[in-house]
């Protein structure tokens, strides 16, 4: 049995992303964007009701500013208790993204896990794969700073703001830079 495009994604395997099975779930997520974007403060709270359901997990005391984009939302996105996303974050997880409980993510943080076919001809049609985002708990990602694809960030960990982070960034380490490179070990 062939796997469909869905499943080699998840897999972690190069798919494509131009399939109408996935451009679904991309229209589910604006739709669920869009409610939690356009919608008052007073009637949004914390989350839009339609962009929680939307994730694979998420505690009840996240707070996600508007806006906020995602690209699927369905089971990728995992947020732990009190992580806190400022205005104009971005995730586009086409693989997972787990952000553990306490950490914040300054304005303009965008998270890509898509690394799209090196080759011209393959990029053209829709290939790419997609590396999973782990950032642990109590981390704090200053604004604007850009995470890629297959980055693991530690527990404690600090990234500068307007950091590009290529690799996996220590538990209690502080980077900055494009790309980012440590500066020092965080105080406890």
Request: charged share 15%.
């Amino acid at each position: 049995m062939t796997a469909s495009e869905r499943d080699k994604m998840a897999a972690g395997e190069w798919y494509s992303c131009l399939v109408d099975e996935l451009e679904a779930l991309r229209m589910t997520a604006r739709v669920a964007v869009h409610q939690h974007n356009t919608m008052a403060p007073i009637e949004r709270g914390n989350m839009a009701s339609a962009l929680r359901v939307l994730f694979g997990a998420v505690a009840d005391d996240v707070f996600i500013e508007a806006p906020f984009h995602c690209s699927y939302g369905s089971i990728n996105i995992h947020l732990g208790a009190r992580v806190y996303l400022n205005a104009s974050c971005t995730i586009l997880d086409s693989g997972r993204v787990a952000i553990g409980a306490g950490t914040m993510l300054g304005p303009n943080v965008q998270i890509y896990c898509a690394e799209h076919h090196r080759d011209a001809v393959l990029r053209g049609q829709g290939l790419e794969v997609a590396k999973p985002v782990t950032i642990g708990a109590d981390v704090w990602i200053g604004g604007g700073a850009i995470i890629l694809g297959g980055v693991t960030i530690g527990d404690g960990a600090i990234v500068g703001a307007g950091s590009v982070v290529t690799k996996d960034v220590a538990a209690g380490a502080v980077v900055a830079g494009n790309p980012a490179r440590p500066l020092r070990r965080a105080s406890t």
